[in-house]
């Protein structure tokens, strides 16, 4: 596991993910990177006919004319894979196959098949774009296979309707930093850390150093701009005041509540979803 790569893209960079598990995926690396304390602040294939995957993987599967895209895991953005891999789905392959379904003359809609807790912000907000513009093209459904939270519901939201199961849950509307301050861990090890830098503001927020105040409103600023690019998403894919979104301050729901906020469309079991977006296709 390349831990410098995987720490860059954990800390001090906004992500769009549920809180739940941005805390798990710290405290499992927490030892092996040297972490004792950790704060946050939030802002807010088989013989079947009607099934086919071609020879050369397109990213999604078809069933009588539905393209069946998956969006599982934690998502990242770039993964270099067309479909989920290793626990992750990258934004790039969403990308490549849902174009891919939306020009094939052989799909008549296309189904997301969402699961995920969310992840990073970098790519996400085009990619939503990209889905929603292409609204009216094809019948677009999210059917969650669970919930849907922070990036993955943003990219729900881009879809012409939204179907959760009893169970699951959507939310989460909120993007958060984790800052790591390693530099007690630092001098308790006898290290000292020197920094020379050219210009006040380089490297103002790392590990190394406790967090100024500057910093820390630098990083607030971030924050906020991207909640209220969130926010603004959300309420323009489904319809919803902005005031009505912000207001939701980054909780989750259940899928009543979800629904009865208008965050959903319908609680159904994904393959009773499923069945109704074929027979929408075929009439």
Not at 126 to 142: F, N, S
Not at 172 to 179: K, L, R
Not at 206 to 212: A, V
Request: net charge negative.
């Amino acid at each position: 596991m390349n831990l410098p790569l995987l720490a860059q893209r954990l800390f001090n960079t906004p992500l769009a993910i549920h809180p739940r598990k941005a805390e798990i995926v710290v405290a499992a690396l927490a030892e092996r990177l040297g972490i004792s304390h950790i704060s946050t602040e939030y802002a807010w294939s088989g013989d079947d006919e009607s099934f086919s995957r071609p020879a050369r993987d397109t990213g999604y599967d078809v069933i009588n004319g539905v393209a069946v895209i998956p969006v599982e895991g934690t998502l990242v953005h770039k993964l270099g894979s067309l479909r989920p891999w290793s626990g992750m789905t990258g934004y790039d392959g969403i990308r490549q196959t849902f174009l891919g379904a939306i020009n094939d003359p052989q799909v008549s809609a296309v189904c997301l098949d969402i699961d995920s807790p969310g992840g990073e912000v970098a790519g996400c907000f085009d990619l939503v774009d990209l889905i929603y513009q292409a609204r009216g093209e094809k019948p677009i459904h999210a059917i969650l296979t669970e919930g849907a939270y922070s990036a993955a519901y943003a990219i729900a939201s881009a879809a012409d309707r939204i179907i959760v199961p009893r169970t699951g849950g959507v939310g989460s509307i909120g993007v958060i930093v984790i800052h790591c301050d390693w530099s007690q861990h630092i001098k308790n090890d006898g290290i000292k850390v020197t920094i020379v830098k050219f210009g006040d503001r380089k490297m103002e927020v790392n590990t190394l150093t406790p967090l100024s105040e500057e910093a820390r409103a630098a990083l607030q600023h971030d924050v906020d701009e991207t909640g209220e690019l969130f926010v603004s998403t959300v309420a323009r894919n489904r319809g919803i005041e902005a005031s009505v979104i912000r207001d939701t301050q980054g909780a989750t729901f259940s899928a009543s509540e979800g629904v009865a906020l208008g965050l959903a469309d319908e609680i159904n079991a994904p393959d009773a979803a499923f069945l109704n977006l074929l027979t929408l296709t075929e009439n």
